[in-house]
């Protein structure tokens, strides 16, 4: 089954978004594996955005995704990597659509709220980066014949 990273940053956490956006997650039926609260340091910021690096932006993303406590989770399911994306919305809130994460709660480009992984390779790399293995957990879903 397909997996992906999900990052609630550091502003979903501050402005206390943490249970509506997971909650738009399960109702749309991906399973959650696993889930941490981290204090990203500034070594584990720059891995994973490593291909940002040299961006005008670059040095103040990594200060905002510092700044505070992120919610990590590992979410799997049909097609996760894509489905994730689209409950995401575009990168700048200003033009992401209503009804989505980021269509729904903010204009920044930068504090845009929650991180997906962009591609399956890249969704095993940095599950890798935030998890160690044994803190996914496996099991079986009760409904997953009806959502799967
Ligand atoms: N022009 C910009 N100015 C400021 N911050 C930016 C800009 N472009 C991107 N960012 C920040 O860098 C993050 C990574 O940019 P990327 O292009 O990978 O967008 P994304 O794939 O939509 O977001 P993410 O990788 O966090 O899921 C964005 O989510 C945003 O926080
Ligand atoms: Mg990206």
Known sequence: MQKTLVLLKPDAVQRRL???IIGRFE???LRLVALKMVQASRELAER???VHRGKPFYESLL???TSGPTVAM??????????ARLLMGLTDGARSAPGTIRGDFGLS???NLIHGSDSPENAEAEIAL???PEELVHYTSSDAAWIG
Request: proline share 0%; hydrophobic share 45%; charged share 20%.
């Open 48 to 50: 994973h955005y490593a």
């Open 27 to 29: 109702r749309k039926g």
């Open 18 to 20: 943490v249970g509506e």
């Open 109 to 111: 480009v930068q504090n």
């Open 130 to 132: 935030w998890f160690h």
């Open 74 to 83: 590992v979410w799997e399911g049909r097609e996760a990597v894509s489905v």
């Open 63 to 65: 200060a905002f995704l």
